[in-house]
């Protein structure tokens, strides 16, 4: 790609991802009221819901909160425009969970006691998944010899074929990545409420309407590291990577919320079993 | 899309303020598959920060009045107060008992009122479908406020215009109220018969913008210096010069006057830096009740 494509493509992903993104939380939201046999919101109600934020008043404990709400969403947007235009799958990685350090210092630096511990709960989380995220680059790079997503994607090999374990326990950490239960320890979606509301008690108005919609770009992102299992074959992306958006729905709307220990515990397992795991067998193998 | 944007996302706090649980129930009830309240965009947040619509059940008594002031500072404007069932209407049959204030608005200025006991999940939805009409009505004159601010006329108040000034100073006062946690502040209390007699001493100039007063200072001749006080500001006109336009409005008034005198809290610096920005120095600190200290400010006019 000549330099005027990347940037015309990184632009389209920067307007493309929030909109995708908002309307899968919209179908989130619809398709989880049906599980709990309610008729549910609007598709559109995400959107609606961020309209209204903007036009809210701000309220901070501290103006310098929301300045590290900026970054978080700076440095969402960046990632998109990183993964979309198809550069570095590792600095992809890193600049997503600089955007999630981003979010809690915002929350440590609300200093109160309820977003102090959604705050402590989204490092636990980030300490669990981070692990995974890792091996999942480690496990494609091995098969397609490339840590550049542009080559991942064109690569004729089916990555799902020789990675099953890494894709597993990537949808496992999706759980964690995309807020659902049993892993929303720090701030969730939906009327669920946790202690107060986590992370995002202090934040009010537009500086809220930011954090949810750098949520959707990280939505995007997420599930194009999915596609990319099967980008051999794209119809068999797309399919794939809805059924997992419905996977993902349905334990939400199945399972409980674990304590931390657990959710630490078990993504540490899953990393270790299915990650390193299938790493071994792909390693030794060829 | 913004237009709409608030008919199509209430988000509720829901406070049980010595209810018998009854209408909780059916507040809950609402968010129930028969009912589905989310499909109006509701969404039962729990978090005050985030709320559009307080809903407040039961009667209020002593022990939580500090508790639903605190949720109700705490969300941000546009808000609708709506008291569900009738204890949080009038306080019922409670209403007498020696820890109950009575209904919500005996606390909150409540806007609307969901009769029942228990108030019926049809009258509760209906009451939420009531309010977001009322949000929207307040985002508009929000709006229409903040963006006309070269259209704001200072001038000369009469006592045709004390029932509006005294509306304005309370709902500045209430800000003082909370920031120094102090009710007892006399501005609050004022009747609008006390109002009307300080129109024949005292001289009171207004700022008025779209036919509505938003602010207004007053002041007094003793000897040769000039007292002033109240000076008073529309929350959603703040730092915008205002307070100064007003402050120099009223000097203006007292050619006479050799010294001009005032004074204020002592962290309300929204009404201290007009003054201080005029030249008005620090006298004295004088303290007034437990968290509250005046202090004094003075200014000589300049021989010209």
Same mark, same amino acid.
């Given at each position: ?286 | ?60 008594? #002593?022990?939580?009045?500090? =508790?639903? /002031?605190?949720? +109700?500072?705490? !969300?941000?404007?546009?808000?609708? @107060?709506?008291? %569900?069932?009738?204890? #949080?209407?009038?306080?019922? =049959?409670? /209403?007498?008992? +020696?820890?109950? !204030?009575?209904?919500?608005?005996? @606390?909150?200025? %409540? ?194």
């Amino acid at each position: 790609m000549s330099a005027g494509e990347t940037i015309l493509v990184a632009l389209i992903a920067i307007i493309a991802a929030p909109l995708v993104g908002g309307l899968l939380s919209g179908i989130d939201r619809k398709l989880s009221a049906r599980m709990q046999s309610r008729w549910g919101p609007p598709l559109l109600q995400p959107f609606y819901d961020v309209a209204k934020l903007f036009q809210k008043e701000t309220i901070v404990v501290r103006r310098s909160q929301n300045f590290y709400v900026y970054f978080f969403f700076a440095f969402m947007v960046f990632t998109t425009g990183l993964f979309f235009t198809g550069s570095d799958l590792l600095l992809t990685i890193f600049a997503l969970t600089l955007a999630g350090i981003f979010l809690v210092l915002a929350a440590y630096k609300a200093s109160s006691p309820y977003s102090f511990l959604g705050a402590e709960r989204e490092l636990l989380l980030m300490m669990a998944y981070e692990p995974m995220v890792l091996l999942t680059a480690v496990g494609m790079y091995l098969v397609t010899r490339s840590f550049i997503v542009v080559d991942v994607a064109r690569s004729s090999v089916l990555l799902i074929q020789t990675l099953p374990g890494i894709f597993v326990g990537f949808v496992f950490i999706l759980l964690f990545k995309l807020r659902k239960s049993p892993f929303d320890l720090s701030v969730s979606h939906h009327a669920h409420q946790e202690i107060v509301r986590g992370l995002t008690t202090e934040f009010t108005g537009p500086t809220l309407a930011l954090i949810e919609i750098a949520h959707w770009y990280e939505t995007a992102v997420v599930l194009g590291i999915v596609a990319l299992f099967f980008a051999a074959v794209p119809w068999l992306a797309a399919v794939a990577t809805a059924a997992v958006f419905f996977f993902l729905i349905l334990v939400d709307n199945v399972f409980a919320r674990v304590k931390w220990q657990l959710a630490l515990g078990s993504a540490w397992i899953v990393a270790l079993a299915l990650g390193v795991g299938n790493i071994l067998v792909v390693y030794f193998i060829r | 899309m913004g237009m709409r944007a608030f008919k199509r996302s209430p988000w509720v706090l829901h406070y049980d303020a010595s209810s018998c649980n009854g209408c909780d129930i059916e507040v809950v009830a609402s968010l129930t598959p028969l009912y589905d309240v989310e499909r109006l965009g509701v969404i039962n947040t729990g978090n005050p920060k985030h709320a559009d619509i307080f809903l407040v059940t039961g009667s209020v008594n #002593a022990q939580n009045v500090k =508790v639903l /002031r605190t949720l +109700y500072e705490q !969300m941000p404007e546009p808000r609708v @107060v709506v008291a %569900v069932g009738i204890c #949080a209407t009038s306080g019922c =049959v409670f /209403r007498e008992c +020696y820890n109950v !204030m009575g209904g919500v608005d005996t @606390v909150l200025p %409540v806007d609307l009122y969901v009769p029942g006991c228990a108030a019926r999940p049809e009258s509760i939805i209906d009451g939420i479908v009531q309010a977001i009409g009322l949000l929207e009505k307040k985002r508009r004159y929000m709006r229409t406020m903040r963006g006309r601010m070269e259209e704001i006329v200072v001038g000369p108040a009469t006592a045709i215009d004390a029932p509006e000034i005294l509306a304005l100073q309370k709902i500045v006062y209430q800000n003082e109220a909370e920031m120094y946690d102090d009710w007892t502040l006399t501005p609050l209390k004022q009747t609008l018969e006390e109002m009307r007699n300080d129109f024949a001493d005292k001289v009171f100039i207004k700022a008025v913008v779209g036919g509505k007063i938003i602010g207004s200072v007053r002041g007094w001749m003793e000897g040769e210096t000039a007292h002033l006080g109240r000076l008073i500001v529309h929350p959603y006109f703040w730092q915008r010069g205002l307070g100064t336009k007003l402050v120099t409005a009223i000097e203006a008034r007292f050619p006479q006057a050799k010294r001009f005198e005032t004074f204020t809290g002592q962290k309300s610096r929204h009404t201290m830096e007009p003054y201080q920005r005029l030249g008005y120095l620090p006298t004295r600190q004088e303290k007034v009740s437990e968290h509250r200290d005046r202090i004094y400010f003075s200014k000589e006019r300049e021989a010209e």
